[in-house]
Each structure stands twice: as C-alpha cells, then as structure tokens.
C-alpha cells in the first residue's frame, strides 16, 4: 500500500494513550465480551474498514474490538476538536492505521480522509458522512466494493 501506516502528533505519548484505553475498557464490559469472541470466531476476517469516528478512548476500544474480529481498520478523526493525541498514538504505536490528531485544519482534515480512501475500504463508518461524500466525490469507482456502512449524522464538519 502506498499510504503511510498512520499519521499523529506525537507517537511518544502512546503510553499515556494505552491508559485511558484501559480505562475506557474496564468501562465497557460488554465490548469486552465481543472482543473475546471475535479474537476467537474472527468474524471480519479480510474486511477492510474505514472510519471517521471522534477518536476517544471509547472509540479505541471499539476500533481494537473490530480488529480483534481480523479487519483491517483505516481511522481518521470526524471532528479535529474532539480527538484525543494520546489515545491515537496508543492505537497507532499498536498497529491500527490512523491519521489523526487534535487541531487540524481542513486541509489536513481531508487529507486524513483520503488516507483512509486510499485503503478502498469494503466497509464504512462514518460520523458526518464526509467520508461517504468524499468517495462519492472524488473515488466513486470504489462504491460498487462497499458493502455497507453506518453513519451516525446527516452533515459534514463543513457546512
């Protein structure tokens, strides 16, 4: 793949990241149990997904419960104010494909998108539908490969 593998502010707060993630996980217990199955079933085997998502500790523990399932996850930030740089850098440092981090402008915003494009993903997740619009826009030859996908609002982060 020509895309780097992540891109974060910083990679050396990772550890501080990987604490919040614990946190958020002690909290979660039924994503828990999904992840214990998934490391076993591996339901998402081969399935490549690409999220837009605010990227918390919460939603860590949901991408790594993904992955535990055997998808290969492409995240970026849906709102450059709500990301957390540590727990990026946790999820980067630990092998998930992310391109985020807190303060971008809206170039480096799409920019990130376009990363996560750049993995054709066969699923999407999407808060804001800006990834959605992006491959519409710009990739729609990667429509027909998309099997499905959530989205969580009706606008993007620009109006």
């Given at each position: 793949m020509s895309v780097l593998d992540y891109k974060v502010r910083n990679i050396n707060v990772a550890d501080e990241g990987e604490l919040l993630i614990e946190w958020a996980s002690d909290h979660m217990p039924v994503l828990n149990l999904i992840r214990e199955r998934f490391q076993e079933e591996k339901p998402l085997r081969d399935v490549v997904i690409g999220a837009v998502l605010h990227c918390t500790k919460e939603t860590a523990v949901l991408i790594r419960t993904i992955e535990a399932g055997g998808a290969t996850v492409a995240l970026a930030g849906s709102n450059p104010l709500s990301t957390q740089d540590a727990v990026v850098a946790a999820l980067a440092k630990n092998g998930t494909n992310v391109y985020a981090w807190r303060n971008q402008t809206t170039e480096e915003y799409y920019w990130c998108i376009d990363q996560l494009i750049e993995y054709e993903p066969q699923l999407t997740m999407d808060d804001g539908c800006d990834l959605v619009s992006r491959i519409h826009s710009e990739k729609?030859?990667?429509?027909?490969?998309?099997?499905?996908?959530?989205?969580?609002?009706?606008?993007?982060?620009?109006?």
């Open positions: 729609p030859e990667l429509i027909d490969n998309i099997k499905g996908g959530s989205e969580e609002t009706t606008t993007g982060v620009i109006g």
